[in-house]
């Protein structure tokens, strides 16, 4: 099993589709704990006419950042559908801020886990939270990601 930073790295080369859409960069993991923490820049093609992030892609941001502590916790090759999720917001993120999904593991089953995810500012004022039921099934064959360029 891959150290930490070994993860990290190679989950950075390949990013799922939808965290290379919304440019969410994923700067840590802790596997033992289960949690996760990605970064985003708020731009002008996520937002509503009031020029605040959009419900639905901070929904898919936290369900992103949730599922990969889910993943990262549990130790092998899974995919995490998800059962159901409830969202609450308390806060908008505006165009040109810096955002933070931060996901973590509430309890790691062998077929169903919990788990949650909230968007913080850079203050770390809470924004948003997502709280979520997923299924935890092995996954066999490549998978669909996203290469990120060589720098």
Known sequence: MADDAELLERMRAKRAPTQALLGLELEHLD???GKTRFRMLVTEQFCNPMGSLQGGIVTTALDDASATAVIVKAGRRVGVPTIEFK??????????????????????????????????DEKGKLLARLTTSCMVVDVDGPGLFVEKAPA
């Open 87 to 120: 969202v609450s917001f308390f806060g908008p993120a505006r165009v040109g801020q810096t955002v933070w999904f931060e996901g973590r593991v509430l309890k790691l089953g062998r077929t169903v886990s919990f788990a949650e995810a909230d968007m913080v």
């Open 31 to 33: 596997s033992e704990a």
